[in-house]
């Protein structure tokens, strides 16, 4: 299959503001996601018929002339927020060594700094646990669910590590198959980092990262990164390290490819799903002209640091 059409997803529609979103509309949308496979061979989604009980559809990290061609595929809905970016991936057939070689002198002089510093600063080891086996699920949720709760992700947006029954059985269940990578660094036996990573054949999705922002000067998220990678590439079973969806200057320091993707939400042609749309694009164009404006007088990096305490 060209992609994989989800089950009914609740997704916030209300615009975000510098990692805070504004207000809160729910809706369950049927998600159709290509798989990264998929997107590199060039192969084209497929739309499912529309639920009853889906408010509308949402094309997650589709190729970009396939998104153009919805409006044409599907009259009569209303179609908006929408976001184009590169879908970054990892080729991990190189291996760890190699991978490390496509960077420069000077960011690999980098890299190691931050793992010196870090180690320096727990005592002159590197604390990082793996977890993943099925009787290893519940003490990494133990771990990790507190730690996302201290980061801006699950606080703002609400987009943290989910911690329900459903989603750790699930987890549980993809351990006992073999189908889940998931880790915990730590800083003076304390929680720092998880990172949360699902397995798709011989693809791994990046799915949840977080670290305590309190330890940022750490850099544990990248730390943690390249640890789970060196591990990952060890194993010699995968062949693509996916992103998904997004861009950001951590996927594209380790990416080795990228796609040209988007994503659109489509509801059905009622008022107040256009209403929605309609003014989450508008406050998103503001958003977009305020921050080029702030990246010219150089004071974004501030109000984001303000905005996330």
């Known amino acids: 299959m060209a992609?994989?059409?989800?089950?009914?997803?609740?997704?916030?529609?209300?615009?975000?503001?510098?990692?805070?979103?504004?207000?809160?509309?729910?809706?369950?949308?049927?998600?159709?996601?290509?798989?990264?496979?998929?997107?590199?061979?060039?192969?084209?989604?497929?739309?499912?018929?529309?639920?009853?009980?889906?408010?509308?559809y949402r094309f997650q990290s589709c190729p970009r002339a396939f998104i153009d061609s919805l409006s044409r595929r599907l009259p009569g809905m209303a179609a908006g927020r929408r976001q184009d970016f590169p879908r970054h991936y990892i080729d991990m057939t190189t291996g760890f060594d190699a991978h490390l070689a496509r960077f420069s002198g000077k960011t690999r002089s980098t890299l190691r700094r931050k793992t010196r510093k870090l180690v320096s600063e727990n005592g002159g080891t590197l604390d990082v646990r793996s977890f993943h086996r099925a009787e290893e699920s519940e003490a990494f949720f133990s771990d990790a669910l507190p730690l996302s709760a201290r980061t801006y992700q699950d606080r703002l947006l609400d987009a943290g590590l989910p911690g329900d029954a459903l989603f750790r059985a699930e987890a549980k269940r993809l351990a006992g198959q073999e189908a889940l990578r998931a880790w915990v660094l730590y800083l003076a036996g304390r929680p720092a980092a998880y990172l949360y990573l699902p397995v798709i054949g011989d693809t791994v999705r990046y799915d949840f990262l977080g670290y305590d922002p309190?330890?940022?000067?750490?850099?544990?998220?990248?730390?943690?990164?390249?640890?789970?990678?060196?591990?990952?590439?060890?194993?010699?079973?995968?062949?693509?390290?996916?992103?998904?969806?997004?861009?950001?200057?951590?996927k594209q320091l380790f990416a080795t490819g990228s796609v040209d993707c988007s994503t659109l939400v489509m509801l059905r042609g009622e008022w107040r799903n256009r209403l929605t749309l309609t003014a989450g694009d508008a406050i998103d164009r503001a958003v977009d002209r305020a921050g080029h404006l702030a990246d010219r007088w150089g004071i974004k990096a501030r109000l984001k640091g303000v905005l996330r305490r």
């Open 3 to 56: 992609s994989a059409a989800l089950p009914l997803q609740p997704v916030d529609l209300g615009p975000v503001i510098a990692s805070r979103r504004l207000w809160r509309r729910r809706l369950p949308l049927q998600q159709i996601e290509p798989t990264l496979t998929a997107l590199i061979e060039g192969r084209q989604p497929t739309i499912d018929p529309l639920p009853d009980d889906a408010a509308g």
């Open 214 to 250: 309190a330890c940022a000067s750490l850099s544990p998220g990248t730390v943690l990164q390249m640890h789970a990678l060196e591990e990952l590439m060890a194993e010699e079973r995968f062949r693509w390290f996916d992103f998904t969806s997004g861009d950001g200057a951590h």
